[in-house]
């Protein structure tokens, strides 16, 4: 049987089917460049907006801390306690409350939540007036005041401007205080709650990789919780 020799139509066909599909493939793959890069593209600017908005958060809150240092530093009341001088204790308390509220806005994380959970103030004798966002039974105070007596020490013995550590569900920090003069005149020490720290940070667990963690500058950025 005789072979039948192509036509050009044939060619013809071929030739186009051919050319459509390669068309077609190169067009879905520029296609799908354009999708990667539109989304991509859209991802980093929904990120850099998370991101500026988690950044503002964590400001507004470590403000309260900044005001209330120099709300203390400011208070006569206050000022005359940590440099030693007698003072009425219950006085000494309420001012530190109204200063140190953990109850207000720039506390509170998520309307719920606090970022300061306790609130210490020192003398050089280790005199304390504090204040705490979750009661506490009596001898949960003592043991906590402990604590923070112990972190004191150790502090004072390093002679650095600020110290730190880490315990279940809390990061406690401790740092000098300063008068007007800028004259040391005792130590403010803080539990700042991980949960409420951790809220700051939630919306970005739309995520599936990203990672947070607080850096010390003191000490060549060393890791002070991740």
């Known amino acids: 049987m005789a072979e039948k020799k192509p036509t050009l139509r044939k060619e013809l066909i071929k030739m186009t089917i051919s050319i459509s599909g390669a068309t077609m493939l190169i067009l879905g793959l520029i296609l799908s460049v354009i999708v990667f890069r539109q989304a991509t593209a859209r991802a980093r600017e ?41 003072e009425d204790s219950e006085m000494v308390k309420d001012q530190l409350e109204q200063g140190a509220n953990l109850f207000s ?44 007596i112990k972190l004191l020490n150790n502090f004072k013995e390093e002679k650095a401007e600020f110290s730190y550590r880490r315990r279940e569900g809390v990061l406690d920090l401790c740092f000098r205080l300063y008068d007007e003069q800028m004259e040391p005149m005792g130590y403010c020490a803080v539990a700042i709650d991980q949960e409420g720290l951790g809220r700051i940070f939630a919306p970005l667990e739309k995520y599936e990789t990203y990672y947070w963690g607080l850096l010390s500058r003191q000490n060549d950025g060393k890791v002070i919780y991740l």
């Open 46 to 86: 929904d990120m850099g907006f998370y991101m500026e908005s988690v950044q503002e958060q964590l400001e507004r809150q470590l403000q309260f801390l900044e005001t209330t240092v120099v709300y203390i530093r400011e208070n006569q009341t206050l000022n005359n306690f940590l440099k030693g001088f007698a």
């Open 105 to 148: 806005e720039g506390n509170l994380v998520s309307k719920s939540y606090p970022l300061i959970r306790d609130f210490y103030i020192f003398n050089e004798r280790m005199q304390t007036v504090e204040n705490h966002f979750y009661p506490l039974s009596v001898s949960e105070k003592k043991e906590l005041k402990r604590d923070f």
